[in-house]
């Protein structure tokens, strides 16, 4: 078998890692921020009759436009959105892509705080821009004016913003999006992937677009309405970045299946969603319970947390996987991250946790 290093690949992506989250099969799957509540029966079922009638047409090429697709999500957004303000594409990963391809490219820089959300830098590389970072204050908190120095010194194309961040869980002011919109020419991007399980008076970033073309919220389908395995992410912006947008995407880029799913989940909202506050409290029960066991959990705003006080990550991940649990090392010294899942999940991970004694296995 050939090596990569034997291929003729563009020397910029020579040496570079791809995403590599492990994919194990374990009874507790707690690393990747996933809804461990499967789909209600119900809505499957409603699902499964749209996908049905969308098969008997799927000779043609879907709608290029997805457009009773962007009603919905317009609809489900609110905020005064509707369907031109909205994009979609398999997955917000795609999204950024399709973003990356329009406002960066070769030559470009795009900012982001580290630690933040691993595809961030990926998705840059994949399209030959650079990657260029600045140093968020204490507990993972960006301030205004950080964010602003950050951009008057790295002049970046693109500034990269996850609300709540990932893998930290850390919220993000509208002070601090207001301020870095102000400091740039560029486009900034706020990252909302969690936005459903944001504390109710955290305001989402979407309340900031009047009037900011420069603005650009994204959102998915993968986290709180559990729908990862269907790959539906999706902006909000001034119509005018749909038009970018449409410059690099692939015609029909969404498939009719997929559009007829998202559409069906969609009118499922409440029943999709039922799960959030539940998922909420084992987040909350995990971050009140670590201390207990000895360890510093970060406050979050999302559906995972992220703690410190581990002697060394990856020996208590491995003794955790032997317990069938999976979390994530996210490179953070001493610390782990972990999704919170069911009541039945979130109590075996905490005793699990609780039997390696304090800081962990070593
Ligand atoms: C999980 C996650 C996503 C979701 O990506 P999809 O491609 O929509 O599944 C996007 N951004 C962040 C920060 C995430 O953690």
Redesign the pocket.
């Known amino acids: 078998m050939a090596s990569l290093s034997d291929l003729p690949i563009r020397d910029d992506l020579r040496g570079l890692t791809p995403y590599g989250a492990p994919q194990k099969h374990v009874r507790y799957a707690l690393n ?2 996933e809804n461990t509540h499967p789909i209600p029966e119900a809505v499957a079922r409603d699902i499964v009759t749209s996908l049905a009638h969308a098969v008997l047409t799927a000779n043609r090429y879907p709608d290029r436009e997805f457009t009773a697709l962007r009603e919905s999500l317009a609809d489900y957004l609110g905020h005064g959105l509707t369907r031109e303000h909205v994009w979609a594409a ?7 892509q399709q973003l990356l391809q329009a406002f960066g490219g070769p030559g470009r820089r795009v900012l982001g705080f580290p630690p ?2 691993s ?2 830098p990926i998705i840059t590389a994949g399209v030959g821009s650079t990657w260029v970072t600045a140093e968020r204050d204490a507990d993972f908190e960006i301030d205004p004016e950080t964010a602003v120095r950050a951009i008057e010194r790295h002049t970046p194309d693109l500034v990269f913003l ?1 609300a709540p ?2 893998p930290t869980g850390t919220g993000l002011s509208l002070e601090t999006i207001a301020a870095a919109y102000d400091a740039t020419d560029g486009i900034v991007f706020v ?1 909302e ?2 936005a459903e399980f944001m504390p109710k008076d955290r305001p989402t970033a979407l309340t900031l677009l009047p009037g900011r073309e420069r603005l650009v919220v ?1 959102r ?4 709180a309405f559990a729908f ?1 395995g269907v ?3 999706y902006l909000a912006a001034d119509p005018v970045i749909a038009d970018a947008l449409r410059l690099v995407r692939l015609p029909y880029h969404l498939s009719a299946l997929t559009q007829a799913a998202a559409v069906a989940a969609l009118a499922h909202t409440p029943e999709m969603l039922a799960m959030v506050d539940d998922i909420i409290g084992q987040r909350d029960r995990i971050i009140a319970e670590l201390p207990e066991l000895g360890y510093r959990p970060w406050a979050s705003e999302a559906n995972f947390v992220l703690f410190d006080g581990v002697d060394d990550p990856q020996a208590t991940f491995n003794a955790l996987l032997e317990r069938d649990i999976l979390i994530r090392d996210v490179g953070i010294p001493n610390a782990l991250r972990v999704t919170a899942g069911t009541a039945a999940e979130t109590e075996f991970f905490l005793r699990s946790l609780a039997e390696l004694g304090p800081g962990g296995a070593r």
């Open positions: 990747v921020n398999n997955g917000s990963n795609e999204i950024i933040t959300y595809m961030h996850c961040n990932n990252d992937a969690y994204s998915t389908m993968s986290k990862a790959r539906v992410g």
